[in-house]
């Protein structure tokens, strides 16, 4: 039931854009996403609730396709501070939540 | 505002020992609770999540147990540790099911 990430890794220079994609076999009911740095708890980003809807602030940006199961993280011009893991967590039921592969982002000057 | 502590924030167990890590939450009521580990360099794995005092379900049958005797309280125990049960164990809370997920700081445990 774990979401699948793609890609696994990217190393992006900083001001580039970079799209990470998350994956489920099953329904997804809802998407959050997080941003995890090395040795710290994750950091909720944003939710996405509903097939359709897009969201993002400042340049992270993220949609949600409820009929191809899945949802797609966009970081556009990236910056340093932006390097970290980035998970989807999603449930099939309103008491369970599965957290996605994972996607190990580095920015590089 | 809401605010997560864990303790320990590090632990070095010998294999066979006991385990108790405790987890609390403050500024909210009937949250649900959740218990997670992360292997060095591996996601997240949910452990356990309980949407009430004394209600546990478990994800992951092992020698981990968890128990939460009050409202704001969870605690992650074992009576036999495991060379295995190393990792990052980290608890957080929501205020239902599919809703944010806030993280405490996390407690590192090394079973030697």
């Known amino acids: 039931q774990q979401p699948v990430q793609s890609p696994q890794a990217v190393i992006l220079r900083e001001g580039e854009d970079a799209v990470i994609n998350c994956s489920s076999s099953?329904?997804?009911?809802?998407v959050h996403w997080y941003r995890q740095k090395h040795g710290e708890a994750p950091v909720f980003l944003m939710i996405l609730l509903k097939g359709g809807e897009q969201k993002g602030h400042d340049k992270i940006s993220a949609s949600f396709n409820e009929k191809k199961q899945q949802s797609s993280l966009y970081l556009t011009a990236s910056q340093l501070s932006y390097s970290g893991t980035y998970f989807c967590g999603t449930g099939p039921t309103g008491n369970q939540f599965y957290f996605g592969t994972g996607t190990s982002l580095t920015v590089i000057p | 505002s809401q605010t997560i502590h864990q303790w320990p924030a590090t632990l070095v167990q010998p294999v066979g020992s006991p385990l108790s890590l405790e987890c609390t939450v403050e500024?909210?009521?009937?949250?649900?609770l959740y218990w997670y580990r992360q292997a060095a360099g591996r996601g997240l794995q949910l452990l356990f999540y309980?949407?009430?005092?004394?209600?546990i379900s478990s994800e992951v049958p092992q020698n981990l147990s968890a128990s939460r005797p009050q409202d704001r309280q969870f605690i992650l125990s074992s009576k036999k540790l495991l060379l295995s049960d190393s990792g990052f164990y980290l608890c957080a809370w929501s205020l239902g099911g599919l809703e944010t997920q806030y993280f405490g700081p996390g407690t590192r445990l090394l079973v030697l």
């Open positions: 500024g909210t009521s009937n949250p649900n």
């Open positions: 309980s949407v009430g005092i004394g209600q």
């Open positions: 099953k329904a997804l009911y809802s």
